[in-house]
């Protein structure tokens, strides 16, 4: 994995690939981008593809840092008060770097995690050159003319006890029928909201380690289908 800093951005590169594959964005949680965000990236280099996780707190730290520079106790503040344009206009810096890439075959996806899964659906709302979104448990926009906007399948990752999330999926899976668009969202018993970080803890729940285990499995298989 290696560290880039581009058009203001920084982000996390990772790409073990001999022949052009599809890029992958990885949006970060409310925690910025952590370890436990590179890991994934890692992850989904180790599957066989280029993946980049970017700092969307790039530049918001005194001195121009990032979400390393903010320190825990700052980041979720900080990014709660991003600006939605500035939050596009990065990742759109993101997705056309990463797409000019010789080991890039030009085919773009975007995946993301509680804050970064919102964004994840928000994102397909603003970029019709994306194949596929993965949003795991972020809600999706309110607005109808947002999602009629939507030209790739959305594939959802929720758990069962996550309420909050949980309660949008009935609406959003409406919408997104109406507006003649794929939704496919998937619920894993027993399993709660961030369970792709918890399943990773030995200590954690059977159930999230089973949800991070079969959501994995759906994603990888997705994602040869791209």
């Not at 980049?52 to 918001?60: E, F, K, M, N, R």
């Amino acid at each position: 994995m290696k560290t880039l800093s581009f058009d203001d951005v920084t982000a996390a590169l990772a790409a073990d690939v001999a022949a052009p594959v599809p890029a992958v964005i990885v949006i970060h949680e409310i925690f910025g981008l952590s370890d436990w965000v590179r890991g994934v990236t890692d992850q989904l280099a180790e599957a066989g593809y280029i993946a980049i996780a970017p700092d969307l707190l790039s530049g918001t730290a005194p001195g121009g840092g990032g979400t390393a520079e903010l320190g825990k106790d700052n980041v979720g503040k900080a990014i709660m008060s991003l600006p939605a344009d500035q939050i596009t206009a990065d990742l759109n810096s993101v997705a056309d770097y990463v797409k000019k890439l010789p080991s890039c075959n030009g085919k773009l996806v975007v995946g993301g995690f509680c804050w970064g899964g919102s964004q994840t659906f928000r994102y397909a709302t603003n970029n019709k050159e994306v194949k596929a979104a993965f949003p795991f448990y972020g809600t999706a926009p309110e607005s109808e003319t947002d999602l009629a906007r939507i030209s790739c399948p959305v594939y959802g990752f929720y758990g069962e006890n996550d309420n909050r999330v949980d309660a949008t999926i009935p609406k959003t899976t409406e919408a997104m029928k109406k507006a003649g668009k794929t939704y496919e969202p998937v619920i894993y018993s027993g399993a709660g909201h961030g369970f792709m970080r918890a399943g990773e803890d030995p200590a954690g729940s059977e159930a999230n380690k089973k949800a991070r285990e079969d959501a994995w499995k759906r994603l990888k298989d997705l994602l040869k289908k791209i």
